[in-house]
Structures are given as C-alpha cells and as structure tokens.
C-alpha cells in the first residue's frame, strides 16, 4: 500500500469489518487532481451494488481549484472496479449474511492509481460499543502495570 489519502475512522467504530479487500475507483481529471490534494471526505460514504456493478456513494470529493466550469460534482456516485467474480461474491455475501459495504480508506499503490479500501462490515449494536472500550481500557491498565513494573527494577 502506498501513499493513505483519506481514512475512514469511524467506520472501525461503528461497524465490525469482516472482511476487506482493494477496488478501483472510477475518477474523472479533476477528482484525481482533487484526490492527490486530499481533499476528500469519506465520512459517510458506503458501497452499493446495483445491476452487476459496484457504485462508491456520498465520497465528498471537493472541486479542485484550478478547475474551470466543467469541474466535477462533489457528491456524485462513482464505480468501484473490480472483477466479476468479485462483485457476485460481494453481493451475495451482503445479501444473505446482512452484510454492509463500508469504505476504509483512500490510497495510492505503487504504480501511482487511486484505490478504496473497502470493508465488508457489520453494525455494532451499544453494547459492542462498551465492550470495545472495556477491552481497550483493560489493555491500557495491564500496559501501563507492564511499564511500572519494568521501571521499579
């Protein structure tokens, strides 16, 4: 993975992710350009799949300033590449398992393309919530027990 353009920090907060896996995305001149500024927001995006394809939406892409008229709209849908064989295996697994499409991050591979991390989630419910921060107090106690120990020495 190369060069993280935007994240999607709530979406480990809000969901359990399953699963994960890379796509393309489908960018006009001015969303790239847009894009390698970081100006992009993925807050509340999500991915769809609809008629055999998959579709990234509510990325808020925001108009690249050299931009003319014919600058490209912030808030449109845009398509996911991916293989065949992919989008069937996400869409029954979202279908049959209740299953979320949830973008986690933007990035750059090694050859220059923008990819979206996208996560096959599932919702927390509030007590998820709580644990998850138990948990993670716990771990924070045991580590801070960890380091006082091993300064008394």
Same mark, same amino acid.
């Given at each position: 993975?190369?060069?993280?353009?935007?994240?999607?920090?709530? *979406?480990? &907060?809000?969901? /359990?992710?399953?699963? /994960?896996?890379?796509? =393309?995305?489908?960018?006009t001149?001015? #969303?790239?350009k847009?894009?390698r500024?970081?100006?992009?927001?993925?807050?509340d995006?999500? *991915?769809? $799949?609809?008629r055999? #394809? *998959?579709?990234?939406?509510?990325? &808020? $892409? %925001?108009?690249w300033a050299? =931009?003319n008229?014919?600058?490209? #709209?912030p808030?449109?849908t845009?398509?996911?590449?991916? &293989?065949?064989?992919? $989008?069937?295996?996400?869409?029954?697994r /979202?279908k049959?398992?209740? +299953? /979320? +499409?949830?973008?986690l991050?933007v990035y750059?591979?090694?050859?220059?393309r %923008?990819?979206v991390?996208i =996560?096959? %989630?599932?919702g927390?419910?509030?007590?998820?919530?709580r644990?998850? $921060?138990? #948990?993670?107090? *716990?771990k924070?106690?045991?580590?801070r027990?960890? %380091?006082?120990?091993?300064r008394?020495?």
């Amino acid at each position: 993975m190369g060069k993280t353009v935007a994240q999607n920090r709530k *979406a480990r &907060h809000l969901y /359990t992710i399953e699963d /994960t896996l890379e796509a =393309g995305i489908e960018l006009t001149g001015t #969303e790239i350009k847009s894009v390698r500024d970081s100006n992009l927001n993925l807050k509340d995006a999500y *991915a769809r $799949i609809e008629r055999g #394809e *998959a579709w990234l939406v509510g990325v &808020h $892409i %925001a108009p690249w300033a050299g =931009g003319n008229r014919n600058n490209h #709209e912030p808030l449109r849908t845009r398509k996911l590449l991916l &293989h065949r064989r992919q $989008i069937d295996e996400l869409m029954g697994r /979202t279908k049959a398992k209740g +299953l /979320t +499409l949830v973008p986690l991050s933007v990035y750059f591979n090694d050859r220059g393309r %923008a990819k979206v991390e996208i =996560g096959l %989630a599932r919702g927390k419910k509030s007590y998820d919530h709580r644990r998850d $921060i138990a #948990e993670r107090d *716990a771990k924070r106690d045991m580590a801070r027990e960890v %380091a006082d120990s091993m300064r008394g020495r």
